[in-house]
């Protein structure tokens, strides 16, 4: 099982997501099962080279938020038009 250690996001939008981006970080939110909605950030290579195994998209992940952990799997992730870069991804609740 893989664990994914986050970190919660201060600032939300266009342009903080663009600035995450610039630092090699990933954007994302963590929701669902009538929680609130956590803002994420996740470091983009540690994701990205997950993401190149064939069943990133079919288990269960453990995300480690100041030292709780949550277990989750992956709602939706948005990728770049023609770089290999992610550009956001969704983690339900389980």
Known sequence: ?????????????????????????????????????????????????MQLKSDFYKINFHLSLDNIKFLVKIKSVQRHAFKPKLLHIDFLYI
Do not use: C, Q, W
């Open 1 to 49: 099982m893989f664990i994914i250690y986050v970190k919660k996001r201060k600032k939300t939008g266009k342009s903080a997501s663009r600035y995450l981006r610039s630092n090699n970080k990933l954007p994302g939110v963590l929701y669902g099962n009538k929680k609130t909605n956590i803002p994420i950030e996740l470091d983009h290579d540690s994701v990205f080279n």
